[in-house]
Nanobody, 119 residues
Framework: QVQLVESGGGLVQPGGSLRLSCEASTNSFVLNVMGWYRQVAGQERESIARVFSDGTSTIADSVQDRFAISRDNGKNTVHLQLNRLRPEDTGVYYC?????????????WGQGTQVTVSS
């Protein structure tokens, strides 16, 4: 079973930066897509960014001028760079991937990492 482990969350002042990382428990096969979601208290989980195995990526319009996603070459490790953070960016950030095995889809979520933006 593939597992995702996130790291890099914490407390940061408004305007500051954080780098989140997510590592899958296996590199024996390439995960086609890895992404980040964010859940703010009282709101639904929302997609922030995702990156594909070929290096292409998408990022939400609401954060595209401040956040960036990247992936280590040949590895199932993804990073989310958070810049110019705002209090409204506070929430739990989850790493996500999915893959198919014998036509069965597997959705994998990390445990989440807390990001708190506050002075």
């Amino acid at each position: 079973q593939v597992q995702l482990v996130e790291s890099g969350g914490g407390l940061v002042q408004p305007g500051g930066s954080l780098r989140l990382s997510c590592e899958a428990s296996t590199n024996s096969f390439v995960l086609n897509v890895m992404g980040w979601y964010r859940q703010v208290a009282g709101q639904e989980r929302e997609s922030i960014a995702r990156v594909f195995s070929d290096g292409t990526s998408t990022i939400a319009d609401s954060v595209q001028d401040r956040f960036a996603i990247s992936r280590d070459n040949g590895k199932n490790t993804v990073h989310l760079q958070l810049n110019r953070l705002r209090p409204e960016d506070t929430g739990v950030y989850y790493c996500h991937t999915y893959f198919y095995e014998r036509r069965q889809k597997y959705d994998i979520w990390g445990q989440g990492t807390q990001v708190t933006v506050s002075s």
